[in-house]
């Protein structure tokens, strides 16, 4: 069955630094979605992505975010300038249609900024 | 602004109990509801949705629209439920995910 991925598993950086999670959704998925869960609180959703370019997102996903696919199978999510509160593992969803259907989650990116 | 509440952050029942895990959600139109299960080292999964009225490994959810309430619940819990679990309304063009209860089912 096929299955979002997503790379790496683990990332630490230092606090100012750029970071780019990558994921590869389910490939005759549309919709794209980066989640957050920061230790130990709830998952929150930050962008919605469809037909290259932002659908939706969330108060958290500020100028320091952005998402894009590069290509035909990537779907990637930047953070210009870390800061120590982005540590949490960030999880890319993909669906192949807005609504209707489950989304499918990525096994998420553990972030630590340090 | 939508919010789901999940009361209980833990529930532990003994293997055979029955299990009620409670969801409530603010109403704003008629969000899609689901339940999502992360087992241990597992990624997030769909475990089910109440438009397709199904059970799910045993797991059925009744909405309530009077009360706004999207209970999960199970007659027999086995040690295999134990996970997180995650009430999950989807409006309009995402998740909004509920805090989690954490399921643990003892021998």
């Known amino acids: 069955e096929p299955e979002v991925t997503q790379t790496p598993s683990h990332q630490v950086t230092q606090m100012g630094q750029e970071v780019i999670l990558r994921c590869v959704p389910i490939s005759n998925h549309l919709y794209f979605y980066w989640y957050r869960q920061i230790l130990g609180q709830k998952v929150e959703f930050l962008v919605s992505f469809y037909n290259n370019e932002i659908s939706e997102k969330s108060e958290i996903f500020d100028d320091q975010f952005s998402v894009e696919r590069p290509d035909g199978s990537n779907f990637t999510l930047k953070i210009r300038s870390t800061k120590l509160e982005d540590s949490a593992m960030y999880f890319c969803?993909?669906?192949?249609?807005?609504?209707?259907?489950?989304?499918?989650f990525g096994p998420g990116t553990r972030l630590t900024v340090t | 602004a939508q919010r789901v509440t999940q009361p209980e952050k833990l529930l532990s029942v003994f293997k055979g109990a029955p299990v009620e895990l409670k969801c409530n959600y603010s109403?704003?139109?008629?969000?899609?509801l689901f339940w999502y299960v992360q087992y241990s080292r597992q990624r997030l999964q769909l475990l089910l949705r109440h438009i397709s009225r199904e059970s799910i490994k045993g797991f059925t959810a009744d909405l309530n629209k009077g009360e706004t309430s999207f209970h999960l619940k199970k007659p027999f819990a086995q040690e295999e439920d134990s996970a997180m679990y995650y009430c999950a309304p989807y409006y309009g063009q995402n998740f909004v995910f509920g805090p989690g209860t954490r399921l643990s089912v003892l021998p």
């Open positions: 109403y704003s139109g008629s969000p899609e």
């Open positions: 969803a993909s669906t192949p249609a807005r609504s209707g259907y489950e989304q499918y």
